[in-house]
């Protein structure tokens, strides 16, 4: 339990590091993003309350008012040697569902939402290899969670480029 929660933390500090006013078009604090197909890395120092890492991340809003759904980060952080999945959520979700992601070829992953900030709710996992494998043969992955209303939301994530900067993240040192 203790392993878990302490993964759970440094998830959800890696999104902040990862996420910072990140948009899908140019990531803060990088002048010079990394686009591989639809994912954008970024690595960032441990700061004194942040984890630090090397991430590719994604960011989903909706076409019509650019209200962000989904934001996702997956990569490495100091002292983990499989990689994480860290997640925002929208403000207003149910959260006893937690969030599912599903991905063809693996068994689709449950876990718990850690929290609720201001900014969104937070999410993350170490990814198993059988999922993490899984990842790279797919051209897309499900992202489930429920609303407030307890209906759920299905959000497809595109796995355009993701085993290449995924492959180039990990080749990268921790800063």
Not at 110 to 129: D, I, Q, T, Y
Request: aromatic share 4%; charged share 25%; net charge neutral.
């Amino acid at each position: 339990m203790k392993t878990l929660r302490r993964l759970l933390s440094i998830a959800t500090l890696a999104l902040g590091v990862a996420c910072k006013g990140a948009h899908a078009t140019e990531p803060a604090a990088d002048p010079d993003p990394k686009r591989f197909g639809s994912w954008i890395a970024k690595c960032e120092a441990p700061q004194e309350d942040q984890q630090g890492g090397c991430f590719i991340l994604q960011e989903l809003v909706l076409r019509e008012g650019g209200q962000r759904v989904l934001q996702m980060a997956i990569g490495y952080v100091p002292g983990e040697d499989a990689p994480i999945a860290a997640l925002s959520l929208p403000l207003g979700m149910s959260l006893p569902a937690g969030v599912v992601m599903e991905v063809p070829g693996a068994d689709a992953m449950h876990f718990p939402v850690e929290r609720c900030e201001p900014s969104g709710c937070r999410a993350g996992a170490r990814l198993e290899p059988a999922f993490l494998s899984a990842l790279a043969k797919a051209k897309q992955m499900k992202v489930r969670f429920n609303d407030a209303k307890r209906e759920p939301i299905e959000v497809a994530v595109s796995l355009e480029g993701f085993e290449a900067g995924l492959s180039a993240i990990k080749s990268k040192p921790q800063p």
